[in-house]
Structure formats: C-alpha cells, structure tokens
C-alpha cells in the first residue's frame, strides 16, 4: 500500500470489496452503517480501512441514523457513504429527502436483493429501481447509477461521488447481490489518473454568502461548517439565504431548480454502453448483472444471424430518454430485461412512445435470468 | 474568560434578526432557554465560528433557524445522528443539540440512548414541555400519567419517561434539570456541561400554555411557573432514578450526574491521530 492508503494494482475482489475501495480512492473518509446482506462487506471494508488512513468508521444503531450521519459529515466537510439492501435503504428514505432538500453531496450504496420484506436476504434482485427513483416523498430528481461487475463497482463509486460533489445532490449506486458478492478482477486506478471532483466553495466573503444562491449549471457552492460562513440549513422550504419560506412561490423555485440541476444537466450526467445497435432491430435494454447475461443472448443472436443489439443503462436515473427516442423509429421491439416485476420497462415504453414494441422479460428474484430466455425473447421479436 | 453581560445587545449578535419575529406564543419557555445557551456561550468565550447547533423538528427545534451560527433544522428524531456525522467529520466543532422532548426521546429514542452510550462529545438541551407541542400538544413519552391532551382528552394512562433518567442509565457523564424559572443554574448548567467532554444533558421543564397548559389547568406561562415554583426543589447529587415527575407533582432540579469517562472521541484515537 502506498499513496495515503490508495491500493496500487490489480486484486481478485468481490464487487463489495471493490466499492469499498472506489470510495476511498475517491476520497470517501466517512463512513457510516449497519450491517445488512448483502452489503456488509461494504462496511467491513470500510471499518478496516478508513481508520489506517485517517478516515472515520462508525457503526450506527440503525440505518436511519447511518444516513443522517452521513449528512451530517458531508456538511463536516468529508466526503461521506453508507450502503445498505432492501430492508435499510426503506428505513433512509426520510433523511435521504432531507439530502435532496438541502443539496448534500453523499453516496448510498443499495445492493439490492428480493423483497418485499426480509425476502431472499441472500439472493440477487433489481426491485429497487422506482424507490430509487421516487423513494422519498417530494418531488425532486434523481441520480442512480448500476455497476454489473466488480470493477464498475470499483468505478462508478468513483463516478457517484464525482457527480454527487458536481451537483451537490445524493447519488445512489444501485448494484445487485449477484454483482456484490462475485469476485473478478479489479484494477485500481492510479491516483495520479483519478479525476476527481470536490464541491465548489463560495467565493465570496461570509457576510455576502447566501447559502442557496446557485450558480449558472443551477447548484450553488457550498461552505462547510465551522469555515465561518454562519449558515443555516433546513429541509423546510427556503430561499437564497436557507431562511424557511412558506409560500407555493419559494416552492416552486426551490423545487423546480431541484429538478432542473439533475435534468438540465444530463447530458453530462447519463452514461450508456450501446453495443451492435446500429444496424439492429431488436434492442435489449438493462442493467446491473441482467446486462452481462443480456451482452451473452445477444451475442448468440448475432451467430444466428438475428440483427440484435443491447442498450446498457449505467445511469439508470436520469433516465436515458434520448437514446430510446432515438433507437424507437427504426427497431422492430425493445426487450427490457430486469428482475422485478416490471420497473424501467415502463420508462422504456413511455419513451418508445408507440414507435416500437416493448416487451418485458421479468423476473421476480433469486435468480438471474437464463440467456436461452433472452435469445427465445429476441428471435420471436425479430420475426 | 468572562464576559460581563449587562443588556440584550449582546445576546442580539447571536440572534438573526432577519428571522424575527419568531413562532413562540407568548408564555411559552423556549426563548428563554435559547437564551440562557446563548448566554453561556458568549460567557464561555467560544469562538462562534466553530460552535454549530443541530436540531430536529418541534417548536423547540426551531431555535436552529434564529441562531447566528452553523445551524442545522434536520428531520424529527434524528438530529442526533446527525450531529454525530457532523461532530467525527469535524471534531473542533462544538456541536449543540437543540431539542424537544418528542423529538428527544420519543422518535429520536433509540438515538439518544444510543448516542449517551457512545459517550459522543455532543452537548443536549432538552425543552422538555411534556408534549408535542408543534404539532397542536398531543401526548408523548414524557407526558405525566393523568395529564389531558388532544390525543388523551381524559387523561394519559401511560407511564412517562425520565430524561435525566434514561440519560444516566443510558451513560451520559453530565446530567442536570432545572425549570424556566431556574434561568442562573440553568445558564450555569449549561455552561459546564458544553465544557464536559462526552455526552452532557441538561434538561429544562418549560411551559407550553398554548395547547398543553390549557388542558391541564394553568393555561397561562405565568400559571405554569407558579408551579414550577412550588413544586420545585433543589437536590444536587440526587439520584436521577428518583427523579420522575409526576402531574402536577413534586420537580427535583439540580446536577444528578457529573462523572467522568473515556468520550467517544478519546476512545476511537481521535486525539493520538490527525484525521
Ligand atoms: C417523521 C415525522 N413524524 C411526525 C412529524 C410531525 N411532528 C412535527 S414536530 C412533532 C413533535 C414535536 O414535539 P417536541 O419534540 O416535544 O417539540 P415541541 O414542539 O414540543 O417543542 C411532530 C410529531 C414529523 N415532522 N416528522
Ligand atoms: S405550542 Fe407550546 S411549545 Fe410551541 S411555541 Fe406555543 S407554547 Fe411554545
Ligand atoms: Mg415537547
């Protein structure tokens, strides 16, 4: 180890392990849980690590308090994360409104397994995806990224926390048991190739400083406490000052700029993998684990000479509304392949707009699905 | 240090006076225990800069939003874990929960005991007012068994919590209880326990005539300090298991609990590492 505790190289890590390790590589030093399968390696990881580096670990009585705590660090300055499953990403949802209200950079690790309830705490699923979406009360907009292996883990932690001190907001990384307890290989990125993001400061003098007054990509810079900028923060509704404002008037802009830093901007925020979709006209849309399983069905339709391609949603939230708009006109059917019981089929149908067929390949959990499901799906919609 | 506080000007600084006025109905405890923080604070010679304040959701929490300083108005019931990630993230902080009796140990049970357990290095004023007041004065974990409110029209027949109670128990190393009238022990009180390293607690029984008051016979604040004047008694060093407050019954105010312990911060090696 070298580099302030940054590993260097290549390990055989679990998908866990990995996110573990893309927190700290992007300067996560703060870490705040409770154990949960199956994401407890997560916060293994982290009560082993952050403390060799000068980072901080704390276990805490239930996930409600994981997740204040974490906002609570995020405005102590540090860079902060806490990861949970099913059951505990439920009980953050209150607190995880209060991020988006007051604009908190942080990352929330969900590695989803099959519910509802206790489910199948040891089984994968991907039935999280519209609570990731419209999980606390309120309107607000939304980022959520899907690793399918260890190394994305690895990565696109990295990628959440960049864009969670970008765009001062929650980032959610919404992986899967199937992804968190694999092991591949994982190649840490060198420190000196990170490109790594941290909140912008205010650069005006504390008496001029409003708290709430953005800037030009709609997010305002923001002072840490104890920096002497005296601010106040409150999940009521509030003006450029933070001051609470009960009016349908500072709702409105207050809320509308919620939405608006994440959707105006998402053309900076989205990331997909299209693979074969040029010529296709089967298009198989996923993410997570389902997107390797899929990545397979449609190599297999390839061989038959099926004109297959695969979307791959890694920004699952915001949805990637114009890459459907764009693949609907020419494709004979979308397929989504998901397991639940339907969730991003919905946005892909609502975005297809009737120009193509939706067909959904569900699956209600404990399992991943079999590539033989998917290459049957796609050779009936390319008939 | 000592500072001489002769009039409210001082007071004033600490104060936005672009929030004012305030939401308090008149006669109610809050401002005056707001003030004796503030008090202690500016006595102290802090450095307001690094003293943030963390609150939930009540009338009591609302403080957050008037002080003059790194304020936080989080979610009901969990202002102490926030305070926690604020307090590890930055441990020059001197972080202040400010909060109600609901908030404290009814939704933010778990929390507080939790929190007292840790020995966190967070210092908690209580308005304990024995009901939710906020939300129109329904009854709650430390209302007193026979007390009317809008959710027990014929009276409570739980039993109430003790704070200084659940505190001790629970491992707090600085614990007293003092009412509205009580404004110099109050502030004294205060005052040591922001210096006490780990978790401290002072309590402080505060009228709410407006809608807790007013069921319970003393509708007015004045009618509810004449109570506390009567029935209130100092005991330092008295047990905090005997402490309980029952309707209309006996106060016992004093400093329960001044002992010392490893704080939180001392046993995770926050002092032997820069983090
Ligand atoms: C999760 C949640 N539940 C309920 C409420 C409604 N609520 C707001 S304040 C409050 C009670 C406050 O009582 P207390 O903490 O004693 O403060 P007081 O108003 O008496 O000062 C309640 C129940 C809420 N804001 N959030
Ligand atoms: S309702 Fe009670 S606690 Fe709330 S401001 Fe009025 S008197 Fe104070
Ligand atoms: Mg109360």
Same mark, same amino acid.
């Given at each position: 180890?070298?580099?302030?505790?940054?590993?260097?190289?290549?390990?055989?890590?679990?998908?866990?392990?990995?996110?573990?390790?893309?927190?700290?590589?992007?300067?996560?030093?703060?870490?705040?849980?409770?154990?949960?399968?199956?994401?407890?390696?997560?916060?293994?990881?982290?009560?082993?690590?952050?403390?060799?580096?000068?980072?901080?670990?704390?276990?805490?009585?239930?996930?409600?308090?994981?997740?204040?705590?974490?906002?609570? /660090?995020?405005?102590?300055?540090?860079?902060?994360?806490?990861?949970?499953?099913?059951?505990?990403?439920?009980?953050?949802?209150?607190?995880?409104?209060?991020?988006?209200?007051?604009?908190?950079?942080?990352?929330?690790?969900?590695?989803?397994?099959?519910?509802?309830?206790?489910?199948?705490?040891?089984?994968?699923?991907?039935?999280?995806?519209?609570?990731?979406?419209?999980?606390?009360?309120?309107?607000?907009?939304?980022?959520?990224?899907?690793?399918?292996?260890?190394?994305?883990?690895?990565?696109?932690?990295?990628?959440?926390?960049?864009?969670?001190?970008?765009?001062?907001?929650?980032?959610?990384?919404?992986?899967?048991?199937?992804?968190?307890?694999?092991?591949?290989?994982?190649?840490?990125?060198?420190?000196?190739?990170?490109?790594?993001?941290?909140?912008?400061?205010?650069?005006?003098?504390?008496?001029?400083?409003?708290?709430?007054?953005?800037?030009?990509?709609?997010?305002?810079?923001?002072?840490?406490?104890?920096?002497?900028?005296?601010?106040?923060?409150?999940?009521?509704?509030?003006?450029?000052?933070?001051?609470?404002?009960?009016?349908?008037?500072?709702?409105?802009?207050?809320?509308?700029?919620?939405?608006?830093?994440?959707?105006?901007?998402?053309?900076?925020?989205?990331?997909?993998?299209?693979?074969?979709?040029?010529?296709?006209?089967?298009?198989?849309?996923?993410?997570?684990?389902?997107?390797?399983?899929?990545?397979?069905?449609?190599?297999? /339709?390839?061989?038959?000479?099926?004109?297959?391609?695969?979307?791959?949603?890694?920004?699952?939230?915001?949805? &990637?509304?114009?890459?459907?708009?764009?693949?609907?006109?020419?494709?004979?059917?979308?397929?989504?392949?998901?397991?639940?019981?339907?969730?991003?089929?919905?946005?892909?149908?609502?975005? &297809? /707009?009737?120009?193509?067929?939706?067909?959904?390949?569900?699956?209600?959990?404990?399992?991943?699905?079999?590539?033989?499901?998917?290459?049957?799906?796609?050779?009936? /919609?390319?008939? | 240090?000592?500072?001489?506080?002769?009039?409210?000007?001082?007071?004033?600084?600490?104060?936005?006076?672009?929030?004012?006025?305030?939401?308090?109905?008149?006669?109610?405890?809050?401002?005056?225990?707001?003030?004796?923080?503030?008090?202690?604070?500016?006595?102290?010679?802090?450095?307001?800069?690094?003293?943030?304040?963390?609150?939930?959701?009540?009338?009591?929490?609302?403080?957050?939003?008037?002080?003059?300083?790194?304020?936080?108005?989080?979610?009901?019931?969990?202002?102490?874990?926030?305070?926690?990630?604020?307090?590890?993230?930055?441990?020059?902080?001197?972080?202040?929960?400010?909060?109600?009796?609901?908030?404290?140990?009814?939704?933010?049970?778990?929390?507080?005991?939790?929190?007292?357990?840790?020995?966190?290095?967070?210092?908690?004023?209580?308005?304990?007012?024995?009901?939710?007041?906020?939300?129109?004065?329904?009854?709650?974990?430390?209302?007193?068994?026979?007390?009317?409110?809008?959710?027990?029209?014929?009276?409570?027949?739980?039993?109430?919590?003790?704070?200084?109670?659940?505190?001790?128990?629970?491992?707090?190393?600085?614990?007293?209880?003092?009412?509205?009238?009580?404004?110099?022990?109050?502030?004294?009180?205060?005052?040591?326990?922001?210096?006490?390293?780990?978790?401290?607690?002072?309590?402080?029984?505060?009228?709410?005539?407006?809608?807790?008051?007013?069921?319970?016979?003393?509708?007015?604040?004045?009618?509810?300090?004449?109570?506390?004047?009567?029935?209130?008694?100092?005991?330092?060093?008295?047990?905090?298991?005997?402490?309980?407050?029952?309707?209309?019954?006996?106060?016992?105010?004093?400093?329960?609990?001044?002992?010392?312990?490893?704080?939180?911060?001392?046993?995770?090696?926050?002092?032997?590492?820069?983090?």
């Amino acid at each position: 180890m070298s580099n302030n505790g940054h590993l260097s190289g290549s390990f055989y890590f679990n998908g866990d392990i990995a996110c573990a390790e893309g927190a700290i590589s992007a300067g996560c030093r703060f870490f705040a849980g409770y154990p949960i399968t199956p994401a407890t390696e997560i916060a293994e990881r982290m009560s082993e690590r952050l403390p060799e580096i000068g980072g901080v670990y704390i276990q805490m009585e239930d996930e409600l308090a994981s997740m204040a705590a974490i906002l609570g /660090a995020a405005w102590g300055g540090k860079k902060s994360m806490t990861s949970t499953s099913g059951p505990g990403f439920s009980l953050m949802m209150e607190n995880l409104g209060l991020g988006y209200m007051t604009e908190t950079p942080c990352v929330v690790v969900n590695v989803q397994r099959a519910g509802p309830s206790t489910g199948l705490p040891t089984l994968v699923a991907q039935a999280d995806m519209m609570q990731a979406r419209w999980g606390a009360h309120g309107c607000y907009s939304a980022i959520a990224l899907c690793p399918s292996s260890p190394q994305e883990m690895y990565d696109y932690t990295i990628k959440a926390f960049n864009l969670s001190e970008k765009y001062r907001v929650p980032v959610l990384l919404m992986a899967d048991e199937a992804v968190g307890h694999m092991s591949e290989k994982v190649t840490i990125t060198p420190p000196e190739k990170l490109k790594l993001v941290t909140r912008r400061k205010p650069t005006v003098s504390p008496d001029k400083f409003n708290p709430y007054q953005p800037d030009a990509d709609l997010v305002p810079p923001m002072a840490n406490a104890g920096e002497g900028y005296g601010f106040h923060v409150t999940g009521l509704t509030h003006d450029e000052r933070g001051y609470p404002v009960m009016t349908p008037q500072a709702q409105e802009k207050l809320v509308r700029r919620l939405v608006d830093k994440i959707d105006k901007n998402r053309d900076d925020i989205i990331e997909v993998e299209e693979w074969d979709t040029d010529d296709a006209e089967v298009v198989v849309v996923s993410y997570g684990i389902s997107a390797r399983i899929v990545r397979y069905a449609v190599e297999l /339709a390839r061989k038959e000479g099926i004109k297959a391609g695969m979307l791959k949603l890694i920004t699952v939230w915001p949805f &990637a509304e114009s890459t459907i708009k764009r693949l609907a006109p020419r494709l004979k059917s979308f397929i989504v392949v998901e397991i639940n019981a339907g969730q991003i089929v919905l946005e892909v149908e609502r975005c &297809a /707009a009737g120009q193509t067929k939706t067909v959904l390949l569900p699956g209600m959990g404990g399992a991943v699905h079999h590539p033989d499901v998917i290459l049957e799906a796609i050779r009936k /919609a390319a008939k | 240090m000592t500072i001489e506080i002769a009039n409210t000007k001082v007071i004033d600084q600490y104060i936005r006076q672009d929030r004012m006025p305030h939401i308090w109905c008149p006669g109610c405890g809050i401002g005056t225990v707001l003030h004796a923080l503030i008090r202690s604070l500016v006595k102290g010679g802090y450095d307001m800069d690094k003293v943030a304040m963390v609150s939930g959701i009540g009338c009591t929490a609302r403080a957050a939003g008037y002080v003059k300083m790194d304020s936080f108005h989080t979610t009901h019931g969990r202002a102490l874990p926030f305070a926690t990630g604020l307090k590890l993230a930055n441990p020059d902080l001197k972080v202040i929960l400010f909060s109600g009796d609901g908030d404290l140990v009814s939704i933010g049970g778990n929390h507080f005991i939790h929190a007292a357990r840790r020995n966190m290095d967070i210092t908690v004023i209580c308005v304990n007012n024995f009901n939710y007041g906020m939300t129109g004065g329904q009854m709650g974990p430390t209302t007193p068994t026979g007390a009317r409110t809008s959710t027990s029209r014929s009276g409570n027949y739980e039993p109430s919590f003790s704070i200084p109670a659940l505190a001790a128990a629970s491992g707090a190393v600085y614990v007293a209880r003092w009412t509205c009238l009580h404004l110099r022990q109050l502030e004294n009180s205060i005052s040591e326990a922001l210096t006490r390293k780990g978790f401290s607690l002072v309590e402080a029984i505060s009228p709410c005539p407006t809608v807790y008051g007013r069921l319970n016979k003393q509708p007015t604040g004045l009618d509810q300090m004449k109570y506390y004047q009567t029935a209130s008694s100092v005991e330092n060093g008295a047990d905090p298991m005997k402490v309980g407050i029952e309707l209309n019954g006996k106060i016992t105010c004093g400093k329960f609990v001044d002992i010392e312990r490893p704080s939180y911060l001392e046993m995770a090696g926050f002092d032997k590492e820069t983090r």
